[in-house]
T-cell receptor, first 119, second 115 residues
Framework: AQKITQTQPGMFVQEKEAVTLDCTYD???????LFWYKQPSSGEMIFLIY??????QNATEGRYSLNFQKARKSANLVISASQLGDSAMYFC????????????????FGKGTLLTVNP | SQTIHQWPATLVQPVGSPLSLECTVE??????LYWYRQAAGRGLQLLFY??????ISSEVPQNLSASRPQDRQFILSSKKLLLSDSGFYLC??????????????FGPGTRLTVL
């Protein structure tokens, strides 16, 4: 089974509107971290936001916020007031704790969502 | 501030030829270093990571190898490239912090095409 699922291959949003990019994850480890990265057409991966499994509040970073629903195992990224520069691929990733038996260094990525912001 | 460099930016190589991709990090010491590969339209796959000089861990068996000859230098190599080695190779670093929140910061990547 996939550990990270991003069900939206592509999304469109009008400039200045908000958009939600979906991410569900699969782990039996009680300790894990969730990351969102942005990949513009240039290719570089840019870290956006982090949510820990034990964090009580949803993470926020500027226009980015995370809608973390632990029971549903979802960590959706919300971008408010979209800008043309937000057009990019967005990847959700997870790091599991050592109790999963895997490497604590490994980030497992989803396949990404291509966001297009229309003027 | 920290910066990460990768070169070359693009590379076209024939099947069976050798490969050497280089990654260097500036502005930090003793970073964790990572090599990822991204196939077209896919997410990233971790290939190798290193927590120190000469210490390399492989995540996926393949015909690639990695080396860390200096603290802030990470090299990805192959003796004989395969068609399936084509892809976008990204180097990343992290501070090696304890716990799960150890953000990885990525370089600009190398686009490799094997013909």
């Amino acid at each position: 089974a996939q550990k990270i699922t991003q069900t939206q291959p592509g999304m469109f949003v009008q400039e200045k509107e908000a958009v939600t990019l979906d991410c569900t994850y699969d782990t039996s480890d009680p300790s894990y971290g969730l990351f969102w990265y942005k990949q513009p057409s240039s290719g570089e991966m840019i870290f956006l936001i982090y949510q820990g499994s034990y964090d009580q509040q949803n993470a926020t970073e500027g226009r980015y916020s995370l809608n973390f629903q632990k029971a549903r195992k979802s960590a959706n990224l919300v971008i408010s007031a979209s800008q043309l520069g937000d057009s990019a691929m967005y990847f959700c990733a997870m790091r599991e704790g050592l109790s999963s038996g895997g490497s604590n260094y490994k980030l497992t990525f989803g396949k990404g969502t291509l966001l297009t912001v229309n003027p | 501030s920290q910066t990460i460099h990768q070169w070359p930016a693009t590379l076209v190589q024939p099947v069976g030829s050798p490969l050497s991709l280089e990654c260097t990090v500036e502005g930090t010491s003793n970073p964790n270093l990572y090599w990822y590969r991204q196939a077209a339209g896919r997410g990233l796959q971790l290939l190798f990571y290193s927590v120190g000089i000469g210490q390399i861990s492989s995540e996926v068996p393949q015909n690639l190898s990695a080396s860390r000859p200096q603290d802030r230098q990470f090299i990805l190599s192959s003796k004989k490239l395969l068609l399936s080695d084509s892809g976008f190779y990204l180097c990343a670093w992290s501070k090696g912090l304890a716990g799960l929140r150890d953000e990885q910061f990525f370089g600009p990547g190398t686009r490799l095409t094997v013909l």
